[in-house]
């Protein structure tokens, strides 16, 4: 599976953006697709996640929660993160990645659960 990410940008504090992460499979059933962020300096952190098919579970990271939406377009076989507030400390890289079935419903925010990466898309916060 190939994932490509974009739609990062600079935004003023309080802005939003919509990242997008299209994959190269024609079928993403029983996947689980994520979101994950690394800052300068810091270590690769987990945002959101979404099991693609199945019903519409979902997982976020609590210093995202209220403000970040992750969905899906079947249609497109695209993951979107819809990010709206954004604070200066949401500066960072952005990475799609997912993780091949059979998978369970715990483990999300583990990075070493997932196969396939994107290369990222930078996303800059300004205060």
């Known amino acids: 599976v190939q994932l490509q990410a974009s739609g990062g940008g600079l935004v003023q504090a309080g802005g939003a953006l919509r990242l997008s992460c299209a994959a190269s499979?024609?079928?993403?059933?029983?996947?689980?697709m994520g979101w994950f962020r690394q800052a300068p300096g810091k270590e690769r952190e987990f945002v959101a996640a979404i099991r693609w098919s199945g019903g519409s579970i979902t997982r976020y990271a609590d210093s995202v929660k209220g403000r970040f939406t992750i969905s899906r377009d079947y249609a497109k076989n695209t993951v979107y993160l819809q990010m709206n507030s954004l604070k200066p400390e949401d500066t960072a890289v952005y990475y799609c990645?997912?993780?091949?079935?059979?998978?369970?419903?715990?483990?999300?925010?583990?990075?070493?659960?997932?196969?396939?990466w994107g290369q990222g898309t930078q996303v800059t916060v300004s205060s």
């Open positions: 990645a997912a993780d091949s079935p059979p998978n369970s419903l715990t483990g999300w925010d583990t990075i070493a659960l997932y196969d396939y």
């Open positions: 499979r024609r079928t993403l059933s029983g996947y689980v």
